[in-house]
């Protein structure tokens, strides 16, 4: 059964740094294209930042510059580098790991930042 826990979040100041970590169990995360999503409150969830299986990464206009996604196969673990966080950071954030027709999604943690 896969599963994607992930963690790392909390309450930061603005400026602060965070840095989230995605778990994979039950897949071969080295085959799989890997992504960060965030949904704030009363907002649609969208994608913060990706990364392919074969490490091509892309970033929304937002973060770029201040995020950095990167993967560790051996460890089955995806990681969301945030620097210079800003409140609109705030939300719920998402792993997603995809694999031809089939996604699945972690539960989410939480990043606040506060000024």
């Known amino acids: 059964q896969v599963q994607l826990v992930e963690s790392g979040g909390g309450l930061v100041q603005a400026g602060g740094s965070l840095r989230l970590s995605c778990v994979a169990s039950?897949?071969?995360?080295?085959?799989?294209?890997m992504g960060w999503y965030r949904q704030a409150p009363g907002k649609q969830r969208e994608l913060v930042a990706a990364?392919?299986?074969?490490?091509?990464?892309n970033y929304a206009d937002s973060v770029k510059g201040r995020f950095t996604i990167s993967r560790d196969n051996a460890k089955n673990t995806v990681y969301l580098q945030m620097n210079s966080l800003k409140l609109e950071d705030t939300a719920v954030y998402y792993c997603?790991?995809?694999?031809?027709?089939?996604?699945?999604w972690g539960q989410g943690t939480q990043v606040t930042v506060s000024s």
């Open positions: 990364i392919t299986s074969y490490g091509s990464t």
């Open positions: 997603k790991g995809g694999l031809g027709m089939s996604d699945y």
């Open positions: 039950g897949m071969i995360l080295r085959l799989y294209h």
